[in-house]
């Protein structure tokens, strides 16, 4: 186990060293702005997206029932790496009659279908959890002392 925690560590530091290096060649101008743009990322993340997220949170396994919080959690994240990735092409930055590129296809009709199935399966998940003949903990709970079954006799020394 310290074997592959020391070689994904020289693994990390050279990745990162490859990637001071491609920096080395920009100017200082580039990189005050790379350092600004990462900086505000970090903060928007920690002051605004973070807190949203615990409230959002919060705020559902108040609202919701127990059973929905799982389908609930895992649309939810899904609506915002699907967010995450549209965001540099929702307003095809770039496209340009002189400039034929991959921008000419219909992101925003694929990012509400997106949605759309991730939140339909949420549903169908829901719909069919609540359909099935018979769910995991009704089985537990018709459980009873009777039901539990002997342990099997020993092996002899015969085999």
Known sequence: MNAIRVLLLLAGLAVGAYGAVLLWDNSTEVIVRIVAWSLIGVLLHDAVF????????FAGRRILPHRWWTPVLVAALLTVVL??????VYSKPGQHLDNLT???RNYQAGFWIALAVVWGAALLY???DRLLPVRQDQVVQRKGPDDIETQPPPLGAGG
């Open 50 to 57: 973070a807190p949203l997220c615990v409230a959002v949170g």
């Open 83 to 88: 967010v995450a990735l549209a965001i540099p």
């Open 102 to 104: 991959v921008l000419d």
């Open 126 to 128: 829901l719909v069919g």
